[in-house]
């Protein structure tokens, strides 16, 4: 069924795309940045200080995006027990870190003007913390277990309690008071942001899901290379 | 079309996923108290006893409630059924203003009075231009 994912195939996708990738990423980024920092208005109750929402929100985004990916990958590879998903899965993990670990950073600098703390243990910013836990663990059993068939099983344990997360993390702020504020984009209803703000929003999700893409290509490029190193043909 | 394995191992997992989600649902329902990060001032009126504790008040700053003198700060939180009267002394952050949310730390004196040692302002999920903000507050 999934002739399709033979590595030699792959890798003549991924060993050209990542250029290509990398091309649209910079051009996706600087006007996504000119637009946040510079062409968007500021907002009438914080300021200047609004800006960083255009980091924060997307990487945000991102990162419940590709755990998520993780889960159903890992999920998928589990169940037609098809190695390749997983290692698909494990390419994809550090970027997903890195945007974790940048929302919260963000958030944290954002919080300091706007709320007056750096931090508040509320719900939603325990439980991206907790995400962001999740990201290691699964980092770290891939580098801690030598045994393949062991670390794939684990890898999806971990998947599988920490995707029960990711609703907490999007919820959290309609079940609980928090000092976090509720979402502002509803994709059914009308969203509480201004359209000149949206829109530097959006662009800057496109330029962090390149870079995602781009990161992902390297990744799993090298994975493929170390397969083909120990000359084995299938995964 | 798939192999019998296949397909429990499918099974397996939607069932691994319930339990999961029921076993989480609960023990998040039996933290309620905890996981919420601040009391609104109609959780505060059902308070059964009252403890020396450091608790978290939030809600709207009611409008024209603030009242500056040289070293106390006095204001109202409410949720629009119940208030509190708060004091407070020291520095508050840009965004505390009146009809904004706010959350406040500190001790209950009784059920409507509370002792505030540390102010957030709470913002809301409303993003706009000053331009726009003005037009609307034309209307």
Request: aromatic share 36%; charged share 5%; proline share 7%.
């Given at each position: 069924m999934f002739k399709i994912f033979e590595p030699g195939r792959i890798f003549v996708i991924t060993s050209k795309a990542h250029k290509y990738v990398m091309f649209l990423f910079v051009i996706v980024i600087c006007i996504g940045l000119l637009e946040a920092l510079i062409f968007s208005p500021e907002d009438y109750k914080q300021g200047d200080s609004v800006r960083i929402m255009y980091v924060h929100v997307p990487a945000a985004w991102i990162s419940l995006g590709i755990f998520s990916s993780i889960t159903f990958l890992s999920l998928i590879g589990y169940i037609f027990k098809s190695k390749n998903f997983f290692l698909i899965s494990k390419s994809l993990a550090p970027s997903g870190l890195v945007f974790n670990i940048v929302a919260l950073v963000t958030g944290s600098i954002w919080g300091k003007?706007?709320?007056?703390?750096?931090?508040?243990?509320d719900a939603r910013i325990t439980s991206m913390l907790i995400l962001a836990l999740f990201y290691l663990m699964y980092l770290i059993a891939w580098r801690i277990y030598e045994d393949k068939e062991q670390v794939l099983k684990i890898t999806t344990i971990i998947t599988i309690l920490g995707i029960i997360n990711v609703p907490i993390i999007k919820y959290s702020v309609d079940w609980w008071n928090t000092l976090h504020q509720p979402a502002s984009i509803n994709i059914l209803s009308k969203s509480s942001i201004h359209s000149s703000m949206l829109f530097p929003l959006i662009i800057m999700t496109a330029a962090f899901a390149l870079f995602s893409m781009l990161i992902f290509l390297m990744k799993y490029n090298t994975e493929l290379i170390k397969i083909k190193n120990k000359g084995l043909d299938r995964l | 079309m798939y192999g019998r394995k296949v397909k429990l191992r499918f099974f397996f997992i939607i069932f691994v996923f319930l339990t999961l989600i029921l076993s989480v649902f609960l023990v998040l329902k039996s933290l309620e108290e905890n996981v919420v990060y601040f009391k609104s001032p109609s959780d505060v009126k059902l308070i059964k006893e009252l403890e020396n504790k450091k608790i978290r008040v939030g809600g709207m700053v009611k409008k024209n409630s603030i009242e500056m003198s040289s070293d106390e700060l006095n204001f109202i939180i409410t949720d629009f059924k119940n208030e509190i009267y708060v004091t407070y002394s020291g520095v508050v952050p840009?965004?505390?203003?009146?009809g904004k949310g706010v959350v406040a730390e500190g001790y209950l004196k009784d059920r409507s009075f509370f002792n505030a040692s540390k102010i957030l302002a709470k913002h809301d999920e409303n993003y706009m231009p000053p331009e726009v903000k003005e037009a609307l507050g034309e209307k």
């Open positions: 003007p706007t709320w007056g703390t750096w931090w508040a243990w | 840009n965004l505390f203003s009146e």
